[in-house]
């Protein structure tokens, strides 16, 4: 079964929307989650890491102003695309498990966002 | 800087025949390399993780090699099914796994 829970599949707004990605851990408590993102015949680019308690880590190049991320439980964490405009259409992916050792991380199944 | 490619960028098959996807890398220290499957509009599912001392690990119909020389992986699909049409990406982890290195992926179509 599903791992990790991802909601909405698929919003369809307009600019300057604030659209909310949630993710959630299904089989076990995660104190790490990660967001992604994916443009078209493009590989996945990690966007942040989502920690249990604590400010997120954004990576290089992300405002963490225009994505807010809270992971306020063991087993939810969500992403906020704040006042949205069509450059941030994208497949949004969230996943959980270890960034490092030798156990795969689980996907969810991602969120297509499309801002008119 | 860390790199990993991927070739062929598509492939078409017919269903039932075998095919073999590249994946070549420049990530540095190296720990461990993995191959997913992504269907068209869902998130990746991990097929193999292989570590520097595993030469090849299967998963039913889906074998991956790795030769940590050469810095090249392979993954083999043996009887191709319709089902087996999707996005094949090659991760790989540096920094003491700390941090994935994601290939653009190939897209395979798998025709009846």
């Known amino acids: 079964g599903a791992v990790v829970s991802q909601h909405p599949s698929r919003v369809i707004c307009k600019s300057g929307t604030s659209v909310k990605i949630e993710c959630r851990s299904l089989?076990?408590?995660?104190?790490?989650m990660f967001w992604y993102r994916q443009f078209p015949k493009q590989s996945l680019m990690l966007m942040a890491t989502?920690?249990?308690?604590?400010?997120?880590?954004?990576e290089q190049g992300v405002e963490k102003d225009k994505f807010l991320i809270n992971h306020a439980s063991l087993t939810l964490s969500t992403l906020t695309v704040t006042s949205a405009h069509p450059e941030d259409s994208s497949f949004y992916i969230c996943?959980?498990?270890?960034?490092?050792?030798?156990?795969?991380?689980?996907f969810g199944d991602g969120t297509r966002l499309s801002i008119l | 800087k860390n790199q990993v490619e991927q070739s062929p960028q598509s492939l078409i098959i017919l269903e039932g025949k075998n095919c073999t996807l590249q994946?070549?890398?420049?990530?540095?220290?190296?720990?461990?390399l993995r191959w997913y499957k992504q269907d068209t509009g869902r998130g990746p599912v991990s097929l193999t993780i292989?570590?520097?001392?595993?030469n090849t690990k299967s998963n039913g119909r889906y074998t991956a090699t790795l030769d940590a020389d050469t810095k090249q992986s392979s993954l083999h699909i043996t009887a191709s099914q319709l089902s087996d049409s999707a996005s094949y990406i090659c991760?790989?982890?540096?920094?003491?796994?700390?941090?994935?290195?994601f290939g653009a992926g190939t897209i395979l179509r798998v025709k009846s």
């Open positions: 996943s959980v498990g270890h960034r490092g050792g030798n156990q795969p991380q689980h």
């Open positions: 089989d076990f408590q995660a104190t790490t």
């Open positions: 994946c070549n890398y420049t990530v540095s220290p190296f720990s461990n």
């Open positions: 989502s920690n249990e308690g604590s400010k997120a880590t954004y």
């Open positions: 991760v790989v982890s540096e920094e003491y796994g700390n941090k994935l290195v």
């Open positions: 292989m570590t520097f001392s595993e």
